[in-house]
């Protein structure tokens, strides 16, 4: 098993509606989870980060936690071409400074 | 504020050889950890340095090696280059500190290797 698994997609949505991308992970020590977000050949760029179970909203973005079910996820909200990207879940590891990437959904918004 | 800058960008070696590529951090930050990453295995964690000492290691040979200067200035060194070292290298900085981990990632060194 995967330390951090996400569906590679891609994901498909139409412009302007929702988009949900989802991460699992295996530790449950895991303390820290991030979402980063990465344009063909460039490189990850950090768009949020939550520490506690519940939502955590910035703009159209809200990153949801769920420790129990060791699942993390996050929600694009009015989704635009701009946000087709791949989208890379990362979780701390055994160590709070070592953190572990999942191998990315890509995610293409259709106008 | 300045980002994280990596050098160089582009490098082209041959089988056998060795490189080193270098990581400026963000001003104030600690920590700088590097990364792999290949279309077929992802964004994979080689190590991470804080304050001159390597404080975690990923699964790599030991052919790659890191070190960290004074100044929060990271290099990686590859010896012995092999086709499958062909990837991109991502350094990311952060503050270090347990409670505040975001990494912030640099431009990223691509590396061929013929």
């Known amino acids: 098993q995967k330390e951090v698994e996400q569906n590679s997609g891609p994901l498909s949505v139409p412009e302007g509606a929702i988009a949900s991308l989802n991460c699992t992970y295996s530790?449950?020590?895991?303390?820290?989870f991030f979402w980063y977000r990465q344009y063909s050949g460039k490189s990850p760029e950090l768009i949020m980060f939550i520490y506690s179970n519940g939502d955590k909203e910035d703009g159209r973005f809200t990153a949801q936690l769920n420790k129990a079910s060791q699942y993390v996820s996050l929600l694009i909200r009015d989704s635009q071409p701009s946000d087709s990207a791949t989208y890379l879940c990362a979780v701390t590891g055994s160590s709070a400074s070592k953190i572990i990437f999942g191998s990315g959904t890509r995610l293409s918004i259709r106008p | 504020k300045a980002g994280v800058t990596q050098t160089p960008r582009y490098l082209i070696k041959t089988r056998g050889q060795q490189v080193t590529l270098s990581c400026s951090p963000i001003s104030g930050h600690r920590s700088v950890s590097w990364y792999q990453q290949t279309p077929g295995q992802g964004l994979q964690f080689l190590f991470e340095?804080?304050?001159?000492?390597?404080?975690n290691k990923g699964n790599f040979p030991g052919r790659f090696s890191g070190r960290q200067f004074s100044n929060s200035r990271s290099e990686m060194n590859v010896s012995t280059l092999e086709l499958g070292d062909s990837a991109l290298y991502l350094c990311a900085s952060s503050s270090g500190l347990s409670d505040m981990n975001e990494q912030f990632f640099g431009p990223g060194t691509r590396l061929t290797v013929l």
């Open positions: 340095y804080f304050s001159e000492t390597q404080r």
């Open positions: 530790d449950r020590g895991s303390q820290s």
